[in-house]
């Protein structure tokens, strides 16, 4: 029998209780989580593990999402990475995309959206 591997994903979160409910929610997908508390930690995390979807917060300390996205985009183009914020205005969402998101989760994040994205971008 061919078992697939685990996901790996990439929770780039600098508020430790979203990063837990998103890992509560990911945790039924038998996935591989990681934690990044800021976007210079997401960049070498994404370096250093062949990453499958990143779940990228934009505003976070040292390094925001928007530049970390940038530095990923250009290093691993064919990663996906899903913006999350809870600053939902439209503007945010164009700026998340334009910065190379490939998504875009508005908080509060409920379960069944992350799941919905987590299914297209992985292959579960």
């Keep these: 029998m061919n ?16 990063f837990l409910y998103l890992k509560a929610v990911l945790s039924k997908l038998n996935a591989t989580i990681y934690w990044a508390k800021n976007g210079i930690e997401a960049v070498e995390i994404c ?18 999402g928007y530049e970390a996205t940038e530095i990923l985009k250009k290093k691993l183009p064919h990663l996906p990475i899903v913006a999350q914020t809870a600053f939902a205005m439209s503007d945010d969402r164009e700026k998340a995309l334009d910065s190379g998101c490939d998504d875009y989760l508005a908080k509060p994040i409920k379960s069944k959206d992350l799941l919905n994205v987590v299914e297209k971008y992985i292959t579960l």
């Design 3 to 18: 078992e697939k591997a685990s996901p790996k994903i990439l929770i780039a979160e600098d508020v430790e209780s979203n």
């Design 47 to 64: 370096e250093q593990n062949s990453i499958d979807l990143v779940f990228m917060d934009l505003q976070m300390p040292e390094m925001n």
